[in-house]
């Protein structure tokens, strides 16, 4: 094992959000003028930055903002070297859309259809379908790869990092599962630990848990896995590899978000150095995870590879154990500065609070925690509330818990009124909307905002960047750390000072364009 840590990797997410259009005001719309969820999301993207003619939008931030299948609009986050990064620019994300929302709903409201625009940061819709939030770490291409002459950890081979990798997203939603109100009688049915038949065993820790059926596919929508082993570095293909997992709930509060990837990036660097844990590899993980979809506490079975009869509660307590050992011996991350508290204190107390059936010292932290809190203030104000009544309230708070609408959100009120823990400052996340982190999306953003304060049409990927009129060859950008690149500094350069004259307008037809300037 080696006693340094392993040198930094970028990660991000992924977010795609749910679309609802309600009617709004004195006089509001008849549902029949409403636009549907096509129509809704379509009209979101009119109201766009300005200076973009399509659908697909990679930002000065260095962040993708894009219409997904099945008209879910979708952020990704820039490459992140530190997780406070990572989470401004996630909230900066979610804003730059609800402000895209807001501006479609004026609209609506201009042209006589007074209405309210819904973005969800959800799982699940009223007809059953998910949507996930997923994650990206950049790994070194041998943890995963089995092929000849690939190098082996101490934790065994490409397989064995992935049954680790998979055990341990299986149980992680006892820590930061964004919690999920339960049907009618599941206060009856459900009796895990202390409470059952109470209003808190009508509360499982994961909405996205009952959606996912393997733990790994190349693809992500007809076969929802943990992980997405499709083989797309958007990097150096014969160094790097892309662990895209698959499987996290959306969440809300920024600690539990944090908290998901401070503890997932941790693992990952101790993967790398040679820490072994595959002792606590589950025979049947998708088995334990589905269960943690109806638990309220995570006391739910995980039987080891090795014969030991656990519960999910029980392996994430192992982990973050031995995570603890192995941030004494490395010392404590870049990635994790300023967010030391997340696996210091705060994964602690989440284990405390699932061995006592008690949330109460996490539940402003916590999404499963706070939204649970939520809940039981609002049956202390409706006592005699029961069946379908009382599940349209679960409903209602679970909603409003996920709406990025400042008017009938309740993230923002939470936050202010301090039941809703930050992680990031309000002048970190206002930065986050325009300053990309210092990893190559540096350079994108560089690019981008060039383009866009004169005028011209580029095309750009996540490693690669192009001026199209006039038209040049790609900037290859393979290294996702680098935040020198001459070549693409040279273009932006090239870009601040073109003349009128010198671009054209291209033509959108077949290009995802909406053909009204942002």
């Known amino acids: 094992m080696s006693a340094s840590g392993p040198g930094p990797r970028v990660t991000g997410l992924e977010t795609e959000f749910g679309v609802l259009c309600a009617p709004a005001g004195p006089?509001?719309?008849?549902?029949?003028?409403?636009?549907?969820?096509?129509?809704?999301?379509?009209?979101?993207?009119?109201?766009?930055?300005?200076?973009?003619?399509?659908?697909?939008?990679?930002?000065p931030n260095g962040g993708r903002l894009y219409l997904d299948i099945g008209d879910h609009p979708e952020y990704a986050t820039a490459e992140c070297v530190r997780v406070r990064d990572l989470i401004a620019q996630d909230q900066a994300g979610r804003a730059i859309l609800a402000a895209m929302a807001q501006r479609a709903a004026a609209s609506l409201a201009q042209r006589g259809t007074p209405a309210r625009l819904h973005l969800l940061a959800n799982n699940t819709d009223s007809a059953g379908h998910t949507y996930g939030c997923h994650e990206s770490y950049s790994v070194p291409r041998h943890l995963l790869d089995d092929s000849p002459g690939a190098q082996v950890v101490d934790g065994g081979s490409g397989e064995a990092v992935m049954a680790v990798l998979t055990s341990f997203l299986a149980t992680r939603p006892v820590l930061v599962g964004s919690g999920r109100p339960l049907g009618a009688g599941a206060a009856n049915g459900n009796m895990d630990g202390p409470g059952a038949g109470d209003e808190e065993a009508a509360w499982g820790l994961s909405p996205?848990?009952?959606?996912?059926?393997?733990?790994?596919?190349a693809d992500t929508t007809g076969q929802r896995a943990l992980v997405n082993t499709r083989d797309e570095p958007h990097a150096d293909a014969a160094r790097l590899r892309r662990l895209h997992v698959t499987c996290a709930d959306t969440t809300m509060a920024e600690p539990t978000t944090g908290l998901r990837s401070a503890v997932t990036l941790l693992l990952l660097d101790a993967l790398e150095a040679g820490w072994d844990f595959t002792d606590l590899s589950l025979t049947d993980p998708l088995a334990t995870l589905s269960a943690l979809g109806e638990s309220p506490w995570g006391d739910v079975p995980a039987a080891t590879i090795d014969g030991r009869r656990l519960t999910a509660v029980d392996i994430q307590e192992a982990f973050l154990e031995r995570l603890a050992s192995y941030l004494d011996d490395a010392g404590v991350p870049d990635f994790l500065r300023g967010a030391e508290h997340l696996l210091e204190d705060l994964a602690p107390r989440v284990i405390s609070a699932l061995r006592h059936y008690d949330a109460g010292s996490i539940d402003t932290e916590i999404d499963w925690a706070i939204k649970r809190r939520l809940m039981r203030a609002q049956r202390e104000r409706h006592p005699r509330l029961s069946g379908e009544a009382l599940e349209a309230l679960r409903s209602r708070v679970d909603l409003a818990y996920h709406d990025l609408n400042a008017e009938t959100g309740l993230a923002p009120r939470l936050t202010a009124q301090g039941a809703m823990a930050r992680l990031c400052e309000p002048t970190e996340i206002e930065r986050a909307h325009h300053a990309p982190p210092m990893t190559r999306a540096a350079l994108r953003g560089a690019f981008v905002a060039a383009c866009l304060e004169v005028g011209a049409d580029f095309s750009v990927t996540w490693e690669s960047l192009r001026l199209d009129s006039p038209p040049t060859a790609p900037v290859d950008l393979s290294d996702p750390l680098a935040t020198v690149h001459e070549a693409a500094e040279a273009l932006t350069e090239r870009v601040k000072h073109l003349r009128p004259e010198e671009m054209h307008r291209i033509d959108l037809v077949g290009r995802g364009g909406l053909g009204v300037p942002g």
Not at 38 to 53: S, V
Not at 208 to 217: D, V
């Open 208 to 217: 996205r848990a009952p959606h996912l059926k393997t733990l790994t596919s």
């Open 27 to 59: 006089q509001a719309a008849a549902k029949g003028d409403l636009p549907d969820v096509e129509r809704a999301a379509a009209l979101i993207f009119r109201h766009r930055p300005a200076g973009y003619r399509s659908t697909n939008l990679f930002l």
